[in-house]
């Protein structure tokens, strides 16, 4: 695999593990900062610019620098460079950025409000969906939608990302006939 194809597994590896650090401490103070730095380089990436992991992990460091516990379980979260496999599911991945980096901003606005366990249940929903697009002999994207997205919705907002997921799988259905629109 390229270069290319190794970078994004690791920033989508990453997300999912910095989503886990932040599921197991919803309150920390620091996870804003974490969040609006995902969400940052998931528009970083969708643009497709020269973007390094390197130097987002070490945007990713400096916010938890304090919290010395922390930083030293994001550091060794974020050592994925001999990470395997290395996926080739670029285009799929392209696709679901925005999903992550408009999760990632909602996560914040609920951390803002103080409402831990719609913040808490939104990380539960989106903190695997970076590595079943890395897997994606596993990736069913109906599947993730009923099973992670869906209850979130029942519980918190009905309307979450479902503008997002309609554009998605018109996309899929028009690309699956052979259609660009």
């Known amino acids: 695999m390229n270069e290319k194809n190794r970078n994004i597994t690791c920033f989508l590896i990453g997300f999912h593990r910095i989503l886990i650090v932040i599921r197991s401490n919803i309150r920390n103070p620091q996870n804003m900062s974490l969040l609006e730095t ?27 620098n304090e919290q010395k516990e922390i930083k030293e379980l994001l550091n060794n979260a974020l050592n994925v460079y001999e990470v395997d496999p290395i996926t080739d599911n670029l285009s799929e ?3 679901y950025l925005s999903v992550i980096s408009d999760s990632a901003l909602e996560i914040c606005t609920q951390l803002r409000q103080k409402s831990f366990d719609r913040a808490y249940d939104l990380v539960d929903a989106i903190h695997c969906l970076p590595q079943a697009l890395v897997c994606k002999k596993q990736w069913d994207p109906r599947a993730y939608w009923k099973i992670y997205i869906r209850p979130y919705r029942e519980r918190w907002d009905k309307q979450f ?8 799988f018109i996309t899929s259905f028009f690309k699956f006939v052979g259609h660009d629109y």
């Open 161 to 168: 990302l479902e503008n997002q997921e309609r554009k998605l």
């Open 93 to 95: 991945i392209y696709r």
């Open 38 to 64: 995902i969400s940052k380089y998931c528009i970083s990436l969708q643009e497709e610019s020269l973007t390094n992991f390197e130097i987002f992990k070490s945007e990713i460091i400096e916010v938890v």
